[in-house]
């Protein structure tokens, strides 16, 4: 196993579950010492003590992301940061027609302005000693739009957009800005806001584990590559979405319209 994170702080916010939950996993066992957030105190202590089980430090901050200050101060608690995983979201798939302003006003402070507050509060000192690394959980619904989705894929276009805007702005000076971009995972975060509205065919490739997500975000902590999806299904749907966007949004409506 890479030795690469070894004595490395890395903080990870959406720690409590999911995702977030399995990155910090991931971490420990490579010897990151941790520094994981999330709004609920208890689950993300749970998070805490299975790390803690494989010999590293790791420290709760329970924050609330969409909080600048909240972000400010999870960062100050964390000493030097030598990773940041900007991880916290969640979605409400509806029509945009139906989407409730609320939901839309929610998800784009969590998903989107949550990594933006969390990253400004970090970027500072990476620039200042020359080294960091900042890997932004998007997802494949910030490639492309996808019916019923609407709310949710713009806060990941939204975030894809900043992670680009702020690689371009690093390069050169020691700190790497790194994507992961995840299709379906078998999580709550999915179970909770499907309730049978994502479109069919965005259901055909078939639902990865959060332990694979959080492998993927651990090696870009360590290599910084700019952008992984997966699983491969998606990575090829989203290249032909790159290459031919009309073809890939005609063949996903066909193939919704069969399956719904």
Excluded at 184 to 213: D, N, Y
Aim: with cysteine; proline share 3%.
């Amino acid at each position: 196993m890479s030795q690469k994170l070894k004595n490395r702080t890395a903080v990870i916010t959406g720690a409590s579950s999911g995702i977030g939950a399995a990155t910090a996993m991931e971490m420990a066992r490579r010897g990151a010492n941790l520094v994981i957030a999330a709004r609920r105190g208890e689950r993300l202590e749970e998070t805490a003590s299975a790390c803690r089980r494989l010999g590293v430090r790791c420290t709760t901050v329970v924050a609330d992301v969409t909080r600048r200050e909240d972000c400010q101060r999870l960062i100050a608690e964390s000493g030097t940061v030598d990773v940041l995983v900007n991880n916290a979201g969640f979605a409400v798939f509806d029509s945009i027609a139906e989407a409730r302003p609320d939901d839309l006003q929610s998800m784009m402070q969590t998903n989107y302005f949550g990594a933006v507050w969390c990253t400004q509060a970090a970027l500072p000192q990476m620039l200042e000693r020359g080294s960091g690394t900042i890997v932004n959980v998007a997802s494949i619904a910030g490639i492309m739009g996808y019916a019923r989705m609407g709310g949710y894929c713009a806060t990941k276009f939204a975030l894809i957009g900043f992670s680009e805007a702020l690689r371009d702005e690093v390069i050169g000076r020691g700190v790497r800005v790194a994507m992961v971009c995840p299709g379906t995972t078998r999580t709550e975060f999915f179970s909770t806001a499907e309730h049978g509205k994502m479109p069919g065919a965005s259901r055909l490739i078939l639902a990865i584990s959060p332990e694979r997500v959080g492998r993927a975000v651990c090696n870009a902590a360590e290599d910084g590559g700019y952008r992984r999806i997966l699983p491969a299904g998606a990575a090829l749907y989203m290249r032909l979405k790159e290459i031919a966007p009309r073809l890939a949004h005609l063949l996903m409506r066909r193939i919704s319209s069969l399956l719904e």
